[in-house]
């Protein structure tokens, strides 16, 4: 759906990349759910073709997560950087979108969350890389590893 969305689509023009670039891709899609769906749900989860969810597992792993961090941006994902996904709740989701319009926390680097670009991201076979430089790098908001 997101793929199909005009109006995020011209807010992430392809420019110089390829339609199968996964970080375009990625960020079209956390576009559209800023557009539909933010405010209606806490949590988010970009899941691989290869991963799987038990969602009681996933609201145990919330609730314990909201516990360490109460009211804070929080990017879980199961090991440093790799793996099946990550998840985002609201606050998260935010602080992608904001490093995603090239706004840094203070005292960190914008350009941390770079736009996708054929020699950048185009060759790329993944997008977890883009998502935690621009949660870590450019907004300061460190992934907590279960």
Not at 86 to 93: A, D, E, F, Q, T
């Amino acid at each position: 759906i997101a793929a199909m969305d005009a109006e995020v689509a011209a807010i992430e023009p392809m420019a110089d990349s390829h339609p199968r670039d996964r970080w375009l891709r990625a960020r079209r899609m956390w576009r559209h759910i800023a557009k539909n769906d933010h405010q209606h749900y806490d949590w988010f989860v970009a899941v691989d073709d290869g991963g799987f969810i038990i969602p009681e597992n996933l609201m145990l792993l919330a609730e314990a997560a909201e516990q360490v961090k109460p009211s804070a941006p929080l990017y879980l994902v199961d090991q440093e950087g790799h793996g099946w996904g990550y998840i985002l709740n609201r606050k998260g989701v935010s602080e992608l979108l904001a490093a995603m319009d090239g706004s840094a926390a203070e005292g960190f680097d914008a350009s941390a969350c770079p736009v996708p670009s054929r020699t950048g991201s185009g060759r790329r076979v993944e997008e977890y890389s883009f998502v935690r430089s621009c949660l870590m790098d450019a907004r300061g908001v460190a992934p907590l590893v279960w």
